[in-house]
């Protein structure tokens, strides 16, 4: 029988950071047995795996996760969405339970990322002989990259910023540092993330030129990692302890959108439409408005992609990023604390488990459990992802009142 | 001038331009293939329009000046990018197209938002037979 309202049961993320004695399945395995220690239940209880590896999505993770933690049987879905693999992930899960086809749903997230490089960017290059052949869709007898633009993606997402500077104005090298150092500086209460350091202005504006105006540190950190999440039915938590009542977290909004058409968005990736598309949409099915929230983990896989997306969430009026940003409202003890985790620009961007992980910080504050970092008497949040190409995912999560 | 022919190589270099919507000639120009249905304009090649699904195009010239609408400074690239270089995206009457920001010094005292740009041409070298790759980008205007 179908059930319209659906919990996590139960969450849980690796740290965040180098694990160079930890293969992918190890990672996923630690997020995934104490993601049901968490929820309380077993291998037995859950009816689906829905598992998301980005770097291994030709390789069945799944699959490998299953022999590890629990080999019963139940249906694996392998899922690749990009950035926003995480999220993809959780939501198949959750369909699934929403559909009646399970009780319990299992989804996780794992990827090893510490050491890689820029990520995005190159292209083919020539290959036999010397000789100019038009090539691909775009006819071309070179790669494309750096001489027709930038595929890379500290490059696409600097562009994003500077294109809302070009048509809001206000932007400046000076204020989306100032978003790092907001970022840096929140990460200093979350152990879980793989850099916990605060950084000065002036040392995040001096660090490394990654593509103007993204310093290293505007940066989102390759790191391992992974993440897992326990899904169910209303019904089903109903039947469940007062314990794991009080503990589960409502999802009150699960939204999965990709970018629609528009004029630019064959030249620049339109990471916009899609993200205030999949915000309309969340909080009309949460049935909350932005003012609710009490904080929001949001995508912030550059800094410049940070100060676009508060307005895509619709945090602040259309075109009112900048001033938002500057009256400190994003701040932890502002009014719309956004990235308490220290973001992806501290926690840390182990792809397909970001999409967990941002929601378990979520969770964690919901829970009254997030320790030193606890956003006060938080009741109502929101996570955020997207990946290029593009996927968007938002979770909007609510505290229990079971 | 006289040479002897060699084998495989053409002797008056041939130009050929870097991507197919580039057309060269007295007055270089991008060209983009427009949705005779809805108008939209795609510079690869496409099987239906991304915005109205119908599937008849046309090759339409894209205007050679415009503004600067976004750019970014690449300072690292993949292998063999020559770096620092500037990314940038430029409004060109109303057509959005992708292209470096040339012949200025890729400084952000140099290249700023709104900025006038034109259409500029270069080389991208030559084959080994013969062949002359011309490139695009955006010069300040
Ligand atoms: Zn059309």
């Given amino acids: ?402 | 001038m006289f040479a002897p022919p060699l084998i495989g190589v053409t002797i008056m270099a041939n130009q050929i331009p870097h991507v197919d919507y580039l057309e060269l000639g007295d007055k270089p120009h991008l060209v983009a293939n427009e949705c005779t249905s809805c108008g939209a304009r795609f510079f690869d090649r496409r099987n239906a329009c991304a915005k109205c699904f119908k599937n008849e195009f046309k090759k339409v010239p894209i205007a050679t000046d415009g503004i600067l609408k976004s750019f970014t400074i690449v300072a690292f690239a993949a292998p063999g990018v020559p770096v620092p270089f500037v990314a940038g995206i430029i409004d060109c009457a109303g057509t959005s197209v992708r292209g470096n920001v040339i012949n200025t010094d890729p400084t952000p005292e140099k290249v700023s938002l709104g900025m006038k740009v034109r259409l500029a041409t270069f080389s991208l070298g030559t084959d080994d037979e013969g062949s002359e790759a011309i490139g695009f980008g955006f010069e300040p205007a």
């Avoid at chain 1, 314990?243 to 939204?255: D, G, H, W």
Wanted: net charge negative.
């Fill in chain 1, 1 to 402: 029988m179908a059930s319209d309202d659906i919990w996590i049961l139960g969450i849980a993320m690796t740290k965040f950071g180098k694990h160079s004695d930890k293969d992918i399945v190890d990672l996923g395995s630690e997020a995934a047995i104490a993601a049901l220690a968490d929820a309380g239940v077993t291998m037995d209880d859950i009816g689906i795996l829905a598992a998301g590896n980005l770097m291994g999505a030709s390789a069945s993770f799944g699959q490998a996760l299953q022999k590890q933690i629990g080999q019963t049987g139940i249906p694996v879905y392998n899922v690749a969405n990009a950035c926003a693999t995480g999220a993809t992930a959780l939501r198949t899960a959750i369909m699934a339970v929403k559909a009646g086809e399970v009780k319990m749903g299992l989804a996780v997230g794992a990827e090893k990322l510490a050491g890689a490089g820029l990520l995005g960017g190159g292209g083919v290059s020539k290959k036999d002989g010397n000789k100019f052949e038009p090539r691909g869709r775009f006819g071309s007898v070179l790669p494309t990259d750096g001489r027709i633009g930038t595929d890379t993606m500290p490059g696409t997402f600097a562009q994003v910023g500077m294109e809302y500077g070009h048509k809001y104005g206000g932007v400046s090298f000076e204020l989306f540092a100032k978003i790092s150092e907001k970022n840096h500086a929140h990460s200093v209460l979350n152990p879980m993330a793989a850099y916990q350091k605060r950084f000065t202005l002036d040392e995040i504006m001096n660090d490394m030129m990654i593509a103007y105006p993204n310093t290293r540190p505007m940066c989102s950190a390759n790191c391992d990692g992974a993440a897992a999440a326990v899904v169910t039915s209303g019904e089903v938590l109903r039947t469940l302890s007062k314990e794991q009542q009080r503990r589960a977290i409502k999802v009150s909004a699960s939204v999965l959108t990709t970018d629609p058409y528009q004029e630019a968005c064959q030249i620049l990736p339109d990471v916009n439409t899609l993200t205030r598309n999949a915000a309309k949409l969340a909080y009309e099915q949460a049935g909350v408005s932005p003012s609710d929230l009490d904080l929001v983990e949001l995508h912030d896989c550059f800094a410049t992609a940070e100060l676009v997306h508060y307005d895509n969430l619709m945090l602040c009026p259309e075109g009112g990023a900048v001033d938002f940003f500057m009256s400190g409202a994003t701040w932890r003890d502002g009014s719309m604390p956004v990235n308490v985790s220290g973001g992806l620009e501290s926690k840390g961007h182990p792809i397909a488990a970001t999409g967990i992980a941002n929601i378990w910080e979520v969770c964690h504050h919901l829970r009254n459990e997030a320790g030193d970092r606890q956003i006060k008497d938080a009741k109502v949040g929101l996570a955020h992802v997207i990946g290029l190409g593009s996927a968007c995912g938002i979770h909007i999560l609510e505290r229990s009142g079971l």
